[in-house]
């Protein structure tokens, strides 16, 4: 008799949304329209695919190069000295890091990423509420609350997720001095800063030396499409986090995969900015499309996603997921999930094509109707 344990996956299309409750990620699996996984739709190039295409047999059968080597690779990419960088299987593989094994004590903006609540450590969070309608972070009373709260240090992703709101640069600017002079540390979550209208000019990266406090994590996934290949970053000149970091990671964290897309992706620079633009130019399309929906409170998008308000005569988010899923085959997110007061009010939209977009606003509607 087999012992081995047996595990209850769906198999069949009908069966999405027990998957969605029970098993998040897999999509590919099913014939759906996936408007929760935030990826760039239009990276990488089919080009590239072609060449991952013939480079497969021989990625499949081979480890790794060593991490000292991967961090060059890392380096070239996104323009950081390797000694300022520690390389991951994407950023979910660092939060348990920096707030479970190291233990930090943090605050953290709500709403925001689960992971950065739900992996702290007992008592070691501090909630810092974002206040409806806007949801904006107020930097100063963020710094104030870091401080009263003695935090190690504090969390913010920007733009944020789910609200898709981006902190202004020089408030960030302001929570990071601010943090250094209290000898906390700034975790900012930049994974969704190439969408954002001013762009990585606005990023923390650009200030590594001057801000020793400030630790910039980001998923590649987001903006180059590449959510399978789990790659992403740490980046700061905290040499002693940083180690503490590089220190608890496996010696082959990173696969071979990712290793050939960090070996292609300097000469895709230019194809994957036009990428950024042509997401933006859909997503404000989507965002002005969802504020025509009578009642619907859509708050301005600088990621590739769109957070909104149900209007009131709307049934609850859980609702309309389960309608589009069952009738149109649309998978969306609601919020009931989050730390936000009557969360499944809200909805956090990714903007996937144009004509795509187009399908699901229309599915709204209907709903409405």
């Known amino acids: ?42 990276f990488p190039p089919q080009a590239f695919l072609d060449e991952l295409k013939d480079a497969l047999p021989r990625l499949i059968t081979c480890y790794p190069s060593p991490n000292v080597q991967m961090l060059q690779l890392l380096a070239d990419a996104v323009k950081i000295p390797a000694h300022n960088l520690v390389i991951c299987n994407g950023v979910a593989e660092l939060i348990p890091i920096l707030l479970g094994r190291l233990g930090m004590r943090i605050a953290v903006p709500v709403p925001t990423f689960n992971p950065y609540e739900t992996t702290a450590l007992p008592g070691r969070l501090s909630r810092f509420i974002l206040p409806p309608p806007d949801f904006e972070l107020d930097v100063h009373g963020y710094a104030a609350f870091a401080r009263a709260n003695g935090v190690d240090g504090a969390v913010v992703i920007s733009p944020n997720n789910p609200t898709s709101r981006a902190v202004p640069y020089a408030d960030l600017l302001y929570l990071a001095a601010a943090l250094r002079d209290q000898q906390q540390l700034l975790l900012i979550d930049e994974s969704f800063i190439e969408f954002s209208e001013v762009g990585r000019s606005a990023s923390l990266e650009n200030h590594l030396l001057e801000f020793p406090n400030v630790i910039v994590l980001k998923s590649l996934g987001k903006i180059y499409g590449t959510c399978g290949l789990r790659l992403g970053y740490a980046a700061s000149s905290n040499a002693q986090t940083m180690n503490e970091v590089r220190a608890a990671l496996p010696a082959w964290n990173v696969n071979t995969f990712a290793e050939f897309f960090l070996s292609k992706l300097p000469h895709l620079a230019q194809a994957a900015k036009q990428s950024w633009i042509r997401v933006g130019s859909d997503r404000d399309k989507l965002y002005a499309d969802l504020r025509s929906i009578d009642g619907m409170r859509v708050l301005k998008p600088d990621a590739n996603f769109v957070f909104c308000e149900l209007p009131p005569h709307f049934p609850d988010g859980d609702v309309i997921a389960s309608k589009l899923l069952k009738d149109r085959r649309i998978l969306i997110r609601h919020n009931g999930g989050k730390t936000l007061q009557n969360g499944k009010r809200f909805l956090r939209i990714a903007s996937r094509t144009e004509d795509d977009n187009r399908l699901l606003v229309e599915a709204l509607k209907v709903i409405s109707d």
């Open 1 to 42: 008799m087999n012992s081995t344990a047996q595990i209850d996956v769906p198999r069949r299309s009908d069966d999405v949304s027990d998957l969605i409750n029970r098993f998040p990620g897999g999509y590919w699996k099913y014939d759906i329209k996936d408007f929760v996984l935030l990826v760039n739709p239009y």
